[in-house]
């Protein structure tokens, strides 16, 4: 708000309280010398009233940047402020009721409420403007802090994802390169398309610095990464991907699926004879979810943080959204909360 509107609001709010002066006073009617002069006093005090609010606020957002919104903080600024207020609210009436009004009106005694009553209006008058102020403050910086809490969730959830992506380059690269020195000799056609596959997967890893992707897009990057996963583990990897939804309208975390389906892979033991079963679907338009049969190691590689509780944190930063997780005798489900694509705005 600019100046001339905040002063214009000052001078409005200070012609309000005149105006219960002079109704409160029985004298509405009366207009003269006396009242206009009233008038000007009454405005030049709450102006003053106000310019001290003015200097404590900026006192108090100077020293408790960080604790604007503490009940406390605004407690100590409220009645710090009425007692600062309180004298001059004192003095003026003083000034008004026994100095002004009878030196330029011709009959004091029967104008307005005596200097006890005047006293009382101005100072209940006076604190209602400082409780207003501090309502104010309550609120605005509420929101900035707000905002500033989701900023920062978006930039940590950005900094866990570049920290994600520097995990998987390593860790994923070697376990192909791995297969793909196996196949080489063997089936070179087929080994021609694994790298085919592969630099697909590292072009879509690299190329997007997005935290959601459409879910058709990571799906046919989870198409590629499924492929080099049969390769290496043949027959004893089995996904089964059906999905009742349209693909194109909904977008997830990207990398999401990889990481519950490798998840799958490191907890598990599998094999051609007692394979893993890993089932897609969707639950209405809510989830999407990914279903693995349980046949849990015994002992496991020390974690590497770039499983479930990413994707939960992920979730919870970007979305406010929690994350399915079910546990039964013999199957583990996780359900990922669909994000629906805003629709384009119409011609």
Not at 55 to 69: A, G, M, P
Not at 83 to 112: D, F, K, Q, R
Not at 294 to 314: A, Q, V
Request: with cysteine; aromatic share 12%; hydrophobic share 40%.
């Amino acid at each position: 708000m600019s100046k001339s509107k905040i002063y214009g609001l000052r001078l409005g709010i200070s012609l309000f309280v005149f105006f219960f002066f002079k109704i409160t006073s029985n004298s509405l009617t009366e207009w003269e010398t006396a009242t206009f002069i009233s008038m000007g006093f009454t405005v030049l005090v709450v102006l003053i009233v106000f310019e001290i609010i003015d200097y404590t606020s900026k006192h108090l957002i100077n020293h408790y940047r960080e604790r604007l919104t503490s009940h406390k903080t605004l407690f100590k600024f409220y009645w710090g402020n009425c007692l600062i207020t309180a004298p001059i609210a004192i003095g003026a009436s003083y000034i008004h009721v026994e100095i002004l009004i009878p030196n330029i009106h011709c009959c004091p005694e029967e104008w307005g409420p005596g200097f006890v009553a005047t006293t009382a209006q101005a100072i209940v008058l006076s604190w209602l403007i400082i409780m207003a102020k501090t309502f104010m403050i309550y609120f605005e910086y509420s929101k900035k802090s707000e905002q500033e809490k989701a900023l920062l969730q978006k930039e940590l959830a950005q900094s866990k994802f570049e920290s994600l992506k520097d995990q998987i380059k390593p860790h994923f690269l070697f376990n192909s390169f791995s297969v793909l020195s196996s196949i080489i000799e063997e089936d070179p056609k087929l080994a021609i398309e694994f790298v085919s596959k592969l630099s697909k997967i590292y072009r879509y890893v690299l190329d997007n610095n997005s935290q959601l992707v459409p879910l058709s897009k990571e799906l046919t990057y989870l198409e590629h990464y499924i492929f080099l996963l049969k390769t290496r583990h043949s027959d004893s990897i089995r996904v089964d991907i059906n999905l009742e939804i349209d693909i194109e309208d909904y977008q997830i975390p990207i990398l999401s699926m990889q990481m519950l389906i490798e998840n799958a892979l490191k907890h598990n033991y599998f094999s051609k004879e007692n394979p893993l079963r890993i089932e897609i679907f969707n639950k209405g338009q809510e989830y999407i979810v990914v279903k693995n049969n349980l046949e849990k190691r015994l002992i496991i590689d020390k974690p590497t943080k770039i499983g479930l509780e990413n994707i939960s944190n992920r979730y919870e930063m970007l979305l406010s959204r929690p994350v399915l997780v079910s546990t039964e005798e013999n199957s583990f489900t996780v359900g990922l909360p669909l994000i629906q694509k805003s629709p384009l705005p119409q011609a």
